[in-house]
C-alpha cells in the first residue's frame, strides 16, 4: 500500500478510515492529488470519481443518506469547492453528514495572483456544522518558502509537532460534528508542491478523539406536556420528512387509535396509514376560506416531528390559526414553523414517545371522526374526477404512483413533482426521499443515483423536465446500477408556474417564467447508454409501465410528455371539484 509523502494527507486518511468512513467522492484537479492517491490505495475505502463537483456533491448527499454515515467528497483548489455549495446547503438542512475535503494553496499563495485560487476559509460558513481550516505540514515547504524562512532543525520539529497537534484536534472535531450532528462538515487542507510523491511506510499514526454524546432528557418538560396532552380534545400530529422507519409502530398505533388526535403526514415522512389523514392538501384547501370550517381544524396542540413540511396551505393555516401549544421532536434541528413554539425536545423521537406515553391519557373527543367523515368525501371525489378528465399531468402521477413495484426505492424531484406526489396515496413498503431542506430542482437527479449504488432495492426517480436537464450531467457517472430508473414528465417547461398567480400565456411569462423549451431526452439516453421509451397518452403510459421495471442489460428513461396548456387547468379545476355539490 502507498501512502502520500505529506503528513497533512496521511492524518486525514487515517483519522477518515478510523471514523468510519468507506465512501468518498473524488473530482480530478491536481491540488487535491496527495488525497486522491492516498484515498484510492486504500482497500477499506470505495472511491468514486465524480467530474463535475456540483453532480458529485448531491452524488456523496444521495449515499450518506441510505447509509446513515458520512461520506466524503474531494477536490481541487478554487472554484472547485464552490460546486459544492448547493448539495451543502441541501445537506444542512435535511441532517446529511455530508464531508467536505478541499485542497487548497499555502496561505502565502492567497492573493497574490496564483492560478486556481480562491480564498477558500471560511466558505460555507453559512451553512455548516463545523469548519476546519488546517495549517500546512512545516516538513512540506517548497524552496522559495523555506529560502524566506530560516528555521533551525529543532525549531522546525517543534513548530512541525504543534502543527501536527492542531490538525488533528481539528479533524477529530469535524469528524465527530459530522455524526454528531447529522450534517455537513468542511475540512480545508493546505497543499504545497510537490503533490504527487508517495512511499511505502505509513509514518503519522495520529491520535484518534472519541465522539462524546449528549443524552441528557427534559424529563420534567415531558411530564408538563403529557399533562396538557391529556387534558386536551384537539390534537394534530404533523410529520415533515423523516427517514423510512423512524418512529416505531407501537407509538403510531397509539396515536392512530386516540380519538382526539388527527394525524397529517407528508409523502416525505415515510409514515403512511389508513387511519392517519395522508393527503394534507386534498384535505385542507376546499377549507381555507372557510372560517367556521377553519375554526373547527384548529388544534389545541400541535406535535410536529421530522423536518421541512412541502404544503404551503397547512403552513399557512396553522399560522393564521396557531395551536395553544406547539411542540417539535428532532434529533438535530428545529425550525419555528408556525411562529409559536413552545418546546424543542432535541431526542429521538421514539425515546420521548417512550417517556411521554406513560404519563399521556387519551380523552373522549369526536374532533377525529369529524375530520374522518370529510376525508372519506374527499377520496370519493377524486376518484370521481380522476375518471373524467383528461391526459395531463394528474392523470400521469396518477398511473405512475399507481403502478409502482412494491418496496422499491422512490426519489421525487421538487416543484410540481413533489406537489402532485401529495394527492396520491403511496405503497406503504416503499421508501420515499425528496431533497426539501432547499426544495432546489438542481440536484435530484444526482441524489438518486448515489441512492442507487449503496441500496440493495430498486431506485427510481419521477422527475420533472427543468430538473431533469438543469441536472443532466448526473448521468456522466459510471457507476450507474443496471435497475435505475427515470421518469420524466415533460411538460416542456416549468409547469408549476402555471398554477401560481401570474399572467400566463404572455411572452414574458413564457421567457422569463416557465421557460418553454422543446428538448427531450432522447440523445442524452443515447449518449450516457440509458433504454428510452416515451409516452404521451393513458394508453401508451400503461402499456410501456407494464415492463419500465423489469430487469435490463441497462439503466431506463420513461419520457412521459404532458400537455402543457391543459395541465394547471386541470390540477385548479380538481380542488374547485370538493367545493362542488357540497
Given at each position: 500500500m502507498m501512502y502520500s509523502k505529506i503528513p497533512l494527507a496521511q492524518t486525514l486518511v487515517s483519522?477518515?478510515?478510523?471514523?468510519?468512513?468507506?465512501?468518498?467522492?473524488?473530482?480530478?484537479?491536481?491540488?487535491?492529488?496527495?488525497?486522491?492517491?492516498?484515498?484510492?490505495?486504500?482497500?477499506?475505502?470505495?472511491?468514486?470519481?465524480?467530474?463535475d463537483e456540483r453532480c458529485a456533491a448531491f452524488f456523496a448527499l444521495g449515499m450518506a443518506q441510505q447509509l446513515g454515515k458520512p461520506v466524503a467528497v474531494i477536490c481541487t483548489s478554487g472554484s472547485a469547492v464552490l460546486n459544492y455549495y448547493p448539495a451543502i446547503a441541501e445537506a444542512y438542512y435535511s441532517n446529511v453528514p455530508v464531508v467536505v475535503i478541499s485542497a487548497d494553496r499555502p496561505e502565502y499563495l492567497?492573493?497574490?495572483?496564483?492560478?486556481?485560487?480562491?480564498?477558500?476559509?471560511?466558505?460555507?460558513?453559512?451553512?455548516?456544522?463545523?469548519?476546519?481550516?488546517?495549517?500546512?505540514?512545516?516538513?512540506?515547504?517548497?524552496?522559495?518558502l523555506a529560502e524566506t524562512h530560516q528555521l533551525s532543525p529543532e525549531m522546525e520539529r517543534e513548530l512541525?509537532?504543534?502543527?501536527?497537534?492542531?490538525?488533528?484536534?481539528?479533524?477529530?472535531l469535524a469528524l465527530n460534528t459530522a455524526v454528531e450532528?447529522?450534517?455537513?462538515?468542511?475540512?480545508?487542507?493546505?497543499?504545497?508542491?510537490?503533490?504527487?510523491?508517495?512511499?511505502?511506510?505509513?509514518?503519522?499514526?495520529?491520535?484518534?478523539?472519541?465522539?462524546?454524546?449528549?443524552?441528557a432528557i427534559a424529563q420534567q418538560e415531558i411530564a408538563n406536556v403529557a399533562s396538557i396532552w391529556s387534558n386536551s380534545?384537539?390534537?394534530?400530529?404533523?410529520?415533515?420528512?423523516?427517514?423510512?422507519?423512524?418512529?416505531?409502530?407501537?407509538?403510531?398505533?397509539?396515536?392512530?387509535?386516540?380519538?382526539?388526535?388527527?394525524?397529517?403526514?407528508?409523502?416525505?415522512?415515510?409514515l403512511r396509514d389508513d387511519t392517519f389523514f395522508n393527503k394534507i392538501d386534498q384535505m385542507i384547501l376546499p377549507i381555507e376560506k372557510s372560517e367556521a370550517m377553519l375554526e373547527k381544524f384548529q388544534p389545541e396542540v400541535l406535535l410536529t416531528l421530522g423536518g421541512m413540511i412541502v404544503s404551503k396551505k397547512?403552513?399557512?393555516i396553522l399560522r393564521k390559526r396557531q395551536p395553544k401549544h406547539h411542540w417539535h421532536i428532532h434529533e438535530n434541528s428545529v425550525f419555528d414553523t408556525f411562529f409559536c413554539l413552545e418546546h424543542f425536545f432535541k431526542m429521538n423521537p421514539n425515546h420521548f414517545f417512550e417517556l411521554f406515553f406513560e404519563q399521556a391519557n387519551t380523552v373522549k373527543s369526536s374532533y377525529k371522526s369529524f375530520w374522518n367523515a370529510i376525508k372519506q368525501e374527499r377520496e370519493e371525489k377524486h376518484e370521481i374526477y380522476l375518471k373524467q378528465i383528461n391526459f395531463t399531468d394528474l392523470k400521469a402521477f396518477e398511473a405512475i404512483l399507481g403502478t409502482l413495484p412494491s418496496s422499491i426505492i422512490l426519489h421525487l424531484g421538487n416543484s410540481s413533482t413533489v406537489r402532485y406526489a401529495q394527492l396520491f396515496e403511496i405503497d406503504a413498503s416503499i421508501e420515499l426521499f425528496c431533497n426539501r431542506g432547499t426544495s432546489g430542482i438542481d440536484g435530484s437527479t444526482s441524489t438518486a443515483i448515489g441512492t442507487a449504488v449503496i441500496a440493495e432495492k430498486q431506485t427510481v426517480l419521477i422527475t420533472g423536465d427543468l430538473s431533469f436537464f438543469y441536472d443532466s450531467n448526473a448521468l456522466w457517472n459510471n457507476y450507474i446500477p443496471k435497475n435505475f430508473r427515470i421518469m420524466l414528465v415533460n411538460n416542456s417547461g416549468g409547469g408549476i408556474f402555471r398554477i401560481l398567480p401570474g399572467n400566463k400565456n404572455t411572452e414574458n411569462f413564457d421567457t422569463y417564467f416557465e421557460t418553454i423549451h422543446p428538448h427531450t431526452a432522447k440523445q442524452l439516453a443515447a449518449m450516457y447508454q440509458f433504454e428510452y421509451s416515451t409516452a404521451s397518452d393513458k394508453i401508451s403510459l400503461q402499456t410501456e409501465l407494464q415492463t419500465f421495471y423489469k430487469e435490463s442489460?441497462?439503466?431506463?428513461?420513461?419520457?412521459?410528455?404532458?400537455?402543457?396548456?391543459?395541465?394547471?387547468?386541470?390540477?385548479?379545476?380538481?380542488f374547485k371539484f370538493f367545493n362542488e355539490n357540497k
Open positions: 483519522l477518515c478510515i478510523a471514523k468510519g468512513i468507506h465512501h468518498v467522492v473524488i473530482s480530478p484537479g491536481s491540488r487535491n492529488a496527495p488525497l486522491t492517491l492516498s484515498f484510492s490505495q486504500q482497500s477499506t475505502i470505495h472511491t468514486y470519481s465524480i467530474v492567497i492573493d497574490v495572483g496564483d492560478g486556481q485560487t480562491i480564498r477558500q476559509k471560511h466558505v460555507f460558513k453559512s451553512h455548516i456544522n463545523y469548519e476546519a481550516n488546517l495549517k500546512q505540514d512545516i516538513t512540506h515547504k517548497t524552496t522559495i512541525q509537532k504543534n502543527i501536527q497537534a492542531y490538525n488533528e484536534k481539528e479533524i477529530n450532528k447529522n450534517g455537513p462538515v468542511h475540512i480545508n487542507a493546505p497543499f504545497d508542491e510537490p503533490l504527487y510523491d508517495m512511499q511505502t511506510e505509513q509514518t503519522v499514526f495520529p491520535k484518534v478523539d472519541e465522539l462524546v454524546v449528549n443524552n380534545t384537539r390534537k394534530m400530529v404533523l410529520v415533515g420528512t423523516l427517514p423510512p422507519n423512524t418512529i416505531a409502530k407501537k407509538y403510531l398505533e397509539i396515536l392512530a387509535n386516540d380519538p382526539s388526535v388527527l394525524v397529517f403526514t407528508e409523502t416525505t415522512s415515510n397547512i403552513k399557512a442489460e441497462k439503466p431506463k428513461i420513461l419520457e412521459i410528455f404532458t400537455p402543457r396548456i391543459e395541465n394547471d387547468g386541470a390540477l385548479i379545476d380538481y
